[in-house]
C-alpha cells in the first residue's frame, strides 16, 4: 500500500510503498477514505522540537484524523464487523490506569497516540485498536467523518460553556475554532465574536455563524468586545482560546465578564504571566483546559448534530488533495491560505 512515513527527524514526509498491516487480536484494519490534516500533522511533518517528546520512535505513519471502511478484524474485536464505516480516536486508553479506572480514559496516563505513539492513517490502510474505533452512521460522508475527532473538543467547550443567550468569544478561527463558532450558533449563542489576524479565516467565520468579526492587527480587541458586549453584563460570557496566542489569552481577562468562563483548547507558545487576584479571583473567572474528546459521550452529542443536519462543513473544507499530493497539501496547510485540508488515498 501507499503511505506516508516519518523516516528522519527533519523536514518532509516519504510517500512510501509498504506491505499492508495485518491486525493483531484487538485491532479493526481499516482502508482509509479521508484523513485531514491537523496542526500536530504539520509539526511532525516540520519536525519542530514538540515531536521529540511525544513521537517516541521513527519511523511512523503521521494522520490521526481518519474516516473509513473495516476490512478486516482481529479475531478478539467483539463489536466492530467488516463492512463498518468507522472514524479513529486519537487517545487509545490503557483501561487500567487510575484515570480510565474512573471514567476519563481521555486523560489516560499510559495513553498511546493513534499518529503519534502507534502508525496512523496518512495511507491507504490503517491499523485502529479496537478501543479506539467508532462506529458512525451511513449518513455521515467520509469527508464528514474524519472531522468528528477534531469538532469534539470544542463541543466540549461550548457544551460546557452553556452559551444559550450568550455573547462568546472565540480566539482563532482555524479548524477548532470555526467548529466552535458553528457549534455556539447551534446551541443557541446571541453574540459570537470570532478573532483571527487572518482575514480568510475570519470569512469562513462568518460562514460557520459568527456575528462579529475581529481582526487584532486592525482593531482594539478589548474595546470592541466590551463595546459588543455591553448588554451582557459587560463583558464576555464565555471565552474560547483556540489560538494558541498568549497575547491574546492575555487579552480575554481585559473582556471577561464578572463570574465568566474561559476555556482553553490551544497551546499557548510562551507561559502567560497575569496578576491573578484582580483578574480572576476577585471576577470569579473559571478557567479550564480541555484535551481530547469523553470516550464515547462527546462523540455521541457531536455526531447527533452532525446528522440533524443543522452544521455545514463546507466553508471549514477548503482543500482536498490524493495522498500522493501531500506536498501541496502541506504547503497549504503550513500557509494558512485555507482551513482543513483534506488528503484522499489514490
Ligand atoms: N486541547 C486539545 O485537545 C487540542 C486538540 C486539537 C488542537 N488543539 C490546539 O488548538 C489550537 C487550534 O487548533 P487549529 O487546528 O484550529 O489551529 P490553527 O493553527 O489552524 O488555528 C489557529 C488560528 O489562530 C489564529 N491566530 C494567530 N494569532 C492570533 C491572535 N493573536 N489572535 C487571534 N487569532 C490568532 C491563526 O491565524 C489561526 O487561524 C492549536 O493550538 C492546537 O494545537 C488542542
Ligand atoms: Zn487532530
Ligand atoms: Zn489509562
Redesign the pocket.
Known sequence: MKALVKTKKDVGLEYQDIPVPRPGRKDVLVKVKASAI???DIKIYEWVPWCENVVKSLPIIPGHECAGEVVEVGEEVKEIKVGDKVAAETHVPCGVCWQCRHNRPHTCEKMQLFGHTINGCFAEYSLIPEVSTRKIPDSISFDEGCLLE?MG?PFRAVEEGEVKGEAVVV???????QFAISFSKIMGAEKIIG????EK?LNIARKMGATHLIN?ETDSVVRKVKDLTKDYGGGAGVVIE????T??LKDAFGYIRIGGKIFM???LQNPLTIDTSPNIVLKEVQIKG???RKIWSTWDKTEKLLTSGKMNLSPVITHRFPLSGFEKAFEVALS?EGCKVLLIPD
Open positions: 491537523c496542526g500536530s477534531p473538543i480566539i482563532g478561527c482555524g479548524p477548532i475554532g478573532i483571527d489576524v487572518n479565516r487584532p483556540a489560538s494558541g496566542n497575547a491574546a483548547i490551544g497551546h480541555l484535551f481530547g494558512g
